[in-house]
């Protein structure tokens, strides 16, 4: 049995492959988010713990990390703190493999409109912050997969393509269950996956910023 620790167990897209891996035998999760009552449904099943608390709480983290095949981070905030906690606690526990989700532009690969939109729509300080996080996990001795999602939408439709770093990023859009299907990907094939940083869009998107600015508009 795989033993997974996702960090942000509340975010859409963990929600996502948590109920895809809900009683499945081959997984064993460890959930933590700040409030657990959010996730109060997932409590009967068998395969999965609920637990309170923060990646702020660095001590917290080593103890949740023991014996661990993966973790999983489905996080935002102040990212370059949560991924200095995170690798430390990951070494410190001798727990190689890390998922970490973040946003498109983190190498300044995309190509305008949409790379400037995506800048001025997250904000640069956040971008930099990101930009940060993602150079801490690059730097240190894990076996990481980043995984830089385009323009995320609640769309049930699972299609996508990939981008390597280094490459110009494709497209502008992504459903979650998208990602969360990669997630999944990785997880049962983390070596498959490792020391790489891939940008996940949906093939045809190229120019869809207008369709974009009108799903914010809405909103």
Do not use: C
């Amino acid at each position: 049995m795989k033993k997974i620790l996702i960090l942000g167990a509340n975010g859409k897209i963990a929600r996502i492959v948590e109920q895809r891996l809900l009683n499945n035998k081959n997984f064993e999760l460890t959930l933590l988010l700040r409030n657990s009552n959010r996730l109060k449904q997932l409590e009967s099943a068998n395969n999965m713990t609920i637990v309170d608390g923060s990646v702020s709480d660095t001590k917290l983290l080593k103890s949740l990390m023991k014996g661990m095949d993966i973790v999983y981070a489905n996080l935002n905030g102040s990212m370059e703190q949560w991924a200095k906690n995170i690798v430390e606690s990951m070494e410190t526990s001798d727990v190689k493999d890390l998922i970490w989700i973040t946003g498109s532009g983190l190498y300044h690969e995309v190509p305008d409109p949409f790379g400037s939109w995506v800048e001025n729509y997250v904000g640069h300080e956040s971008k930099e912050d990101t930009r940060r996080a993602a150079s801490i996990i690059e730097s240190s001795d894990l076996n990481y997969t980043i995984i830089r999602a385009a323009y995320m939408t609640n769309d049930r439709e699972i299609d996508y393509e990939l981008t390597k770093k280094g490459d110009q990023f494709k497209g502008t859009m992504i459903s979650r269950a998208s990602i969360a299907d990669f997630v999944i990907k990785i997880i049962k094939d983390p070596e498959k996956y490792s020391n790489e940083s891939f940008g996940i869009s949906k093939p045809g998107t190229d120019d869809m910023l207008n369709k974009i600015r009108e799903i914010e508009h809405d909103i």
